[in-house]
């Protein structure tokens, strides 16, 4: 390459050596991933772009990550799938900040770019403050999700999807009912039955200063028996989703031993469970498997310090 195009040809780094420095910690790479995200597809592919951006967010930088996002976005010739990942990103930010950058996403041209915003428009708590007009443009593209989301109706992930989706934006009996489809139509996998429990424990937390989570649990629980009686009803539920999804996760822990993620979440499930010592060992698994991964190490330690005051 040195005899071909001399020595002043360019020499950029490779996105792999900035993605490593994301995923360790390294501050100075921070700066090497904002360049390179601007950067022009001959020196930078999209793909390569839009993962470093994606990692910016991830690795807790969600400030400049954001900024990087807008940067993107000001640009409508950008490529679709940079443009949907800095969409994604925005969802991130305030409610008030997404909704300036996102409600212009909803018409697109990119139909990527679309589903993108309006997802982050949800997930950052925007469409919650939204009304009149601006509501019922993004109802329209929420619907336009549903519609996409439903072409694999067949497979659990999408009912999966669409009750997060659904969840995050307060309707919570639609939720509940994309979640029992996500299980009807795959009884088998792991995943539907714990989040439908995390839901309804959510609102039975937060029934007792939340009228909205009141009216949800009444909804999905009928409204003929006290609340106090309905939000007992929701955390059995709840228990009983979780006894029946534990058998899947283990499973899923022996089929993919080597997976931190699957030994991480099969490690919380015993725990709920109550089994201590059970959960001690997956988490431990999870712990050596990614010892970089801070989240698995402090579950752990957690757990030993719960285990060591129960033996007192």
């Given at each position: 390459?040195?005899?071909?195009?001399?020595?002043?040809?360019?020499?950029?780094?490779?996105?792999?050596?900035?993605?490593?420095?994301?995923?360790?910690?390294?501050?100075?790479?921070?700066?090497?991933?904002?360049?390179?995200?601007?950067?022009?597809?001959?020196?930078?592919?999209?793909?390569?772009?839009?993962?470093?951006?994606?990692?910016?967010?991830?690795?807790?930088?969600?400030?400049?990550?954001?900024?990087?996002?807008?940067?993107?976005?000001?640009?409508?010739?950008?490529?679709?799938?940079?443009?949907?990942?800095?969409?994604?990103?925005?969802?991130?930010?305030?409610?008030?900040?997404?909704?300036?950058?996102?409600?212009?996403?909803?018409?697109?041209?990119?139909?990527?770019?679309?589903?993108?915003?309006?997802?982050?428009?949800?997930?950052?708590?925007?469409?919650?403050?939204?009304?009149?007009?601006?509501?019922?443009?993004?109802?329209?593209?929420?619907?336009?999700?549903?519609?996409?989301?439903?072409?694999?109706?067949?497979?659990?992930?999408?009912?999966m999807a669409w009750a997060s989706l659904s969840e995050q934006r307060g309707d919570y009996l639609e939720a509940a009912?994309?979640?029992?489809?996500?299980?009807?139509?795959?009884?088998?996998?792991?995943?539907?039955?714990?989040?439908?429990?995390?839901?309804?424990?959510?609102?039975?937390?937060?029934?007792?200063?939340?009228?909205?989570?009141?009216?949800?649990?009444?909804?999905?629980?009928?409204?003929?028996?006290?609340?106090?009686?309905?939000?007992?009803?929701?955390?059995?539920?709840?228990?009983?989703?979780?006894?029946?999804?534990?058998?899947?996760?283990?499973?899923?822990?022996?089929?993919?031993?080597?997976?931190?993620?699957?030994?991480?979440?099969?490690?919380?499930?015993?725990?709920?469970?109550?089994?201590?010592?059970?959960?001690?060992?997956?988490?431990?698994?999870?712990?050596?498997?990614?010892?970089?991964?801070?989240?698995?190490?402090?579950?752990?330690?957690?757990?030993?310090?719960?285990?060591?005051?129960?033996?007192?």
């Amino acid at each position: 390459c040195d005899r071909w195009y001399g020595d002043d040809r360019q020499t950029p780094a490779h996105y792999g050596e900035i993605l490593h420095g994301l995923r360790s910690g390294d501050s100075g790479s921070i700066a090497k991933a904002l360049r390179y995200v601007m950067e022009p597809p001959e020196i930078a592919p999209v793909l390569a772009r839009a993962t470093t951006l994606d990692e910016l967010l991830q690795s807790g930088r969600g400030r400049e990550a954001i900024s990087a996002a807008k940067a993107v976005l000001k640009d409508s010739n950008e490529h679709p799938i940079l443009r949907a990942t800095a969409a994604r990103v925005m969802g991130a930010s305030g409610p008030s900040d997404a909704v300036k950058t996102l409600m212009p996403l909803l018409a697109d041209p990119s139909r990527l770019v679309r589903s993108e915003a309006t997802k982050a428009l949800v997930s950052s708590g925007g469409y919650q403050t939204l009304s009149g007009t601006r509501q019922k443009q993004a109802d329209l593209a929420i619907d336009a999700i549903e519609d996409e989301l439903m072409l694999a109706s067949d497979r659990a992930g999408a009912h999966m999807a669409w009750a997060s989706l659904s969840e995050q934006r307060g309707d919570y009996l639609e939720a509940a009912e994309a979640y029992q489809n996500a299980i009807r139509v795959q009884p088998s996998m792991s995943g539907p039955r714990t989040n439908y429990a995390s839901m309804l424990d959510q609102l039975v937390s937060a029934a007792a200063q939340s009228r909205e989570a009141q009216s949800a649990i009444v909804q999905l629980f009928g409204g003929s028996g006290a609340l106090n009686e309905l939000m007992n009803q929701a955390s059995e539920k709840a228990a009983q989703l979780r006894r029946d999804e534990l058998p899947l996760l283990g499973r899923d822990a022996k089929l993919a031993s080597n997976n931190a993620d699957v030994q991480y979440r099969y490690g919380l499930a015993l725990y709920l469970s109550g089994d201590l010592l059970a959960a001690e060992k997956q988490l431990q698994r999870a712990a050596e498997l990614a010892p970089d991964v801070e989240i698995f190490s402090t579950a752990l330690q957690l757990l030993r310090e719960r285990i060591n005051q129960s033996e007192k």
